[in-house]
């Protein structure tokens, strides 16, 4: 049974940084691209970002260009969100994905103004 479980969410004030996981267990994911999603009260859910198998390339929304990066460590089975310069409408629960297939129960991102 494949499982996500992200971790790494939590209060943060504007400009601060957290760095989210997501671990996956049940299958090896090397050749699948991994994601983040996003979605915050009342909003539907975004893209947020991607990442190739290879981690040879990576996708971003544009509010995330130049202030996250995803990367991942395949021997973990593991994709990882480093966000910085955050803003107050960075406030979401993130989801990771893969492959849109197989998804995390999600982490909240508060970021207080």
């Known amino acids: 049974q494949v499982q996500l479980i992200e971790s790494g969410g939590g209060l943060v004030q504007a400009g601060g940084s957290l760095r989210l996981s997501c671990a996956a267990s049940?299958?090896?994911?090397?050749?699948?691209?991994m994601g983040w999603f996003r979605q915050a009260p009342g909003k539907e859910r975004e893209f947020v970002a991607a990442?190739?198998?290879?981690?040879?390339?990576?996708y971003y929304v544009d509010s995330a260009k130049g202030r996250f990066t995803i990367s991942r460590d395949n021997a973990k089975n593991t994709v990882y969100l480093e966000m910085n310069s955050l803003k107050p409408e960075d406030t979401a629960v993130y989801y990771c994905?893969?492959?849109?297939?197989?998804w995390g129960q999600g982490t909240q991102v508060t970021v207080s103004s």
């Open positions: 990442i190739s198998g290879g981690g040879s390339s990576a």
């Open positions: 049940g299958r090896t994911f090397s050749s699948r691209i």
């Open positions: 994905t893969i492959g849109g297939i197989y």
